[in-house]
């Protein structure tokens, strides 16, 4: 297991690890996670190929963070900063749910420091968005939601029915949690999902190579939102997985990791 180092950048310490060798492969973690949230097994497939860098949030996990509100697009120049510190000048970039918010912004605003881009279970904000079903969103609202009730949002009914302990397919989360810091989110993602907020009227502008992958039974951010994406990247690869849901790396760790490597590898995007 890597240890963690630190980069200094404005107004914040960023905490990162580091995988692998190969080409730089940066992993952008969702809404209120850490970096020791990625799948290990994906990781794993990754790493035989590329160096990959996950990293916690400015105020997350080991991240320190000195300002009292962000935006997506902050976070996105937070990714500029720290591939400035490891003095990488292009990577591939997967963000996965709002960490795909953070990654669309990074790419619209740096295009030509991204290989290859790779949006999980993630969607364009703006007013356009599907959003999830009442019953979802008052769980993920609520901060006195059971972990049982916050993992059922991230896999089908069936699928949870059928494991009666879900929660040994997630790592084992050992960082600090920031009840300050998810609220910042939060209010970052209301934002992307205002009227005009989002990725939405810019999409088009994207010339990188785009793999869009989400879960056909989602109920977090809907599958839909991934068909919606790609109406407005041209070019973008859309797999849509039946039976997975928006933990689908967790649920389906090889089939994941192998859609992933097998789009970065390929010459023909």
Not at 60 to 78: P, R, Y
Not at 139 to 148: D, Y
Request: aromatic fraction near 10%; charge should be negative.
């Amino acid at each position: 297991m890597p240890e963690v180092q630190y980069a200094e950048i404005s107004g914040a310490t960023i905490a990162y690890k580091v995988y692998g060798k190969g080409e730089p492969l940066l992993l952008c973690t969702g809404y209120a996670t850490n970096m020791d949230l990625w799948s290990g097994d994906v990781i794993d497939i990754l790493q035989q190929r590329y160096q990959v860098i996950v990293f916690d949030y400015r105020g997350m996990g080991f991240s320190t963070n000195a300002d009292s509100s962000f935006t997506i697009e902050c976070l996105g120049e937070d990714v500029n900063a720290l591939m400035t510190v490891l003095n990488i000048s292009k990577a591939h970039l997967m963000g996965w749910s709002m960490g795909g918010f953070v990654a669309q912004m990074f790419a619209l605003n740096h295009p030509e420091k991204v290989a290859k881009l790779v949006l999980y279970a993630t969607n364009c904000g703006d007013t356009i968005t599907m959003n999830p079903s009442q019953e979802i969103i008052d769980i993920l609202e609520n901060p006195a939601s059971t972990p049982l009730e916050m993992l059922s949002t991230l896999f089908p009914d069936d699928w949870m029915a059928a494991h009666a302990e879900p929660w040994t397919f997630l790592p084992e989360a050992k960082e600090p949690y920031n009840g300050e810091t998810i609220g910042m989110q939060y209010g970052a993602i209301q934002q992307w999902l205002s009227p005009g907020g989002g990725s939405a009227g810019r999409l088009h502008s994207l010339t990188m190579p785009v793999l869009l992958i989400c879960g056909k039974e989602d109920k977090v951010v809907p599958c839909i939102n991934s068909s919606i994406l790609a109406d407005s990247i041209p070019g973008a690869t859309i797999i849509q997985v039946e039976a997975t849901g928006h933990g689908m790396m967790y649920q389906m760790p090889q089939t994941f990791g192998h859609y992933v490597a097998t789009f970065l590898e390929s010459e023909s995007n």
